[in-house]
């Protein structure tokens, strides 16, 4: 049988197939709990219709379910914060010595155990809880982070030059965003026409026909040793260990606290981001917007756009701009979202929101960029397993945190929460004009350190 060296399919099927399933969770949490708490059918009218039918009473009981919601949200993420955050730290270094393939199929059957799942559950009305046992369960093969790492490690592994690498990369990170916002989009009338049920049965299908390209077709970009250690798990896990210890016994002080600091800006990003984003859905949901599926849908499609527009910001910005000054337009992106956010009111404020948004992705990349330049070759596996360990920790926890916030400001001020993403969003700007101010002091040592002048002396290679 013909195999192949095209891992692009996997990321498009995979990213259709969980965001044609993703924004249906809350939606179907949000209306198992209305029945549960009112009593009561959920409303299947227009926009304007059931936001019209509000009273003091009416008005308390969605406050209750938008709570329970958000509280049921920050469960499912916490559940499966340990197990994913392990899985991918092991996995991710077991790929070294036994390919890539592992991290990308092990992730493929989580993700199809769980829609099947979500399936029976909705279709036999079992206990709505057994949604948080799947996504534990799930979380046991690895979640999104072990899937894209794999993704990307595939890539490099065939990719010879480094201008290859950037635009193979940058065309998976397309892929991501094109297929998503094509489910997003589908998702809304796919669930008025079909309801819960076909949706998750379409992306167990997806899921299935994926799992069975990449191991059957999918060849494999990393050559596997004939001969290996019986222990070799454990001593992949050891090796990482000894690499992270390593990355920061071996450097400088002054290069020590640089990676420090550009770990806690990424990581401190990333939590104000994503987790003022996980509560987006059901502040829609929530008066006065009371949106419809087919909005949401829109809604989370015109958000994926941000994929694109980044990537577009960063090659046009990077021709005339420093790498700290792009983040900074990045974060500043997201402060003025979260801001306006807060106060959107009307349908038409929600969606303009989202337009000073259009560059929030944009200083991820370029923050991976600038620690990849200030350790050496031999030392990048260690510090992206710990970046990787970093960022999947605090996004979780973020998104359990923002989850707890909004079901307990639900009731005076929906909008809190993304005021104060907007806030947490200074943190790392603040941290980013220090390092710009500590460039200018120390007569240019912090910037030939990631410009990559001061990596070969570190260049020393982890020995387990």
């Not at 290859?164 to 094509?182: C, E, F, N, P, Y």
């Not at 770990?263 to 987790?275: E, K, M, R, T």
Request: charged content about 10%; overall charge neutral.
């Amino acid at each position: 049988m013909k195999r192949f060296y095209f891992v692009e399919p996997v990321v498009a099927v995979y990213a259709f197939a969980s965001f044609l399933g993703y924004p249906l969770i809350q939606q179907y949490v949000y209306r198992r709990l209305w029945k549960e708490i009112t009593n009561t059918s959920y409303p299947a009218m227009d926009t304007s219709s059931r936001c019209s039918t509000n009273s003091s009473n009416h008005s308390s009981l969605q406050d209750e379910v938008q709570k329970a919601t958000s509280q049921f949200s920050m469960y499912s993420e916490l559940f499966s914060l340990i197990p994913s955050l392990l899985v991918t730290l092991i996995l991710v270094a077991y790929s070294d010595q036994r390919g890539r393939k592992i991290t990308i199929i092990l992730p493929l059957i989580g993700s199809l155990v769980y829609s099947l799942s979500f399936l029976a559950i909705s279709i036999f009305e079992l206990n709505l809880y057994l949604l948080i046992a799947a996504y534990f369960v799930s979380a046991l093969f690895g979640g999104i982070g072990t899937m894209l790492g794999g993704c990307f490690s595939y890539v490099v592994d065939l990719c010879e030059d480094g201008k290859q690498k950037t635009l193979r990369m940058a065309g998976l990170d397309m892929v991501i965003g094109l297929l998503s916002g094509v489910a997003l989009i589908s998702t809304g009338y796919f669930l008025r026409v079909a309801g819960f049920n076909w949706p998750f049965f379409t992306a167990a299908v997806c899921h299935l026909v994926n799992l069975l390209y990449a191991i059957f077709l999918l060849e494999e970009s990393r050559v596997v040793e004939s001969t290996v250690d019986s222990n070799t798990c454990g001593g992949e896990v050891k090796k990482l260990t000894f690499g992270i210890y390593n990355l920061f016994a071996q450097g400088s002080r002054r290069r020590n606290g640089l990676l420090v600091l550009l770990i806690v800006i990424f990581c401190s990003f990333s939590f104000a981001n994503f987790g003022g984003l996980t509560v987006v859905t059901l502040y829609e949901l929530n008066e006065p917007l009371c949106w419809s599926e087919i909005l949401i849908g829109y809604g989370s499609a015109l958000s994926t756009v941000v994929f694109i527009t980044s990537f577009v910001g960063v090659y046009v910005l990077s021709r005339c701009l420093p790498d700290l000054a792009i983040v900074f337009i990045g974060m500043l992106s997201v402060f003025t979202g979260m801001t306006l956010m807060a106060f959107a009111r009307t349908t038409l404020m929600m969606f303009l929101v989202r337009i000073p948004m259009l560059l929030a992705i944009m200083p991820f990349p370029v923050l991976r960029s600038m620690l990849s330049k200030v350790v050496s070759k031999s030392e990048q596996g260690a510090l992206f397993a710990c970046l990787a360990f970093t960022d999947n920790l605090t996004t979780n926890l973020g998104s359990a945190a923002f989850n707890n916030v909004y079901s307990t400001t639900v009731t005076w001020w929906p909008g809190f929460v993304f005021l104060l993403a907007a806030v947490l969003c200074l943190i790392p700007m603040s941290l980013l004009c220090t390092l710009r101010f500590v460039q200018l002091e120390d007569g240019g040592e912090t910037e030939g350190l990631l410009a990559g002048e001061d990596t070969q002396v570190t260049d020393n290679t982890p020995v387990a």
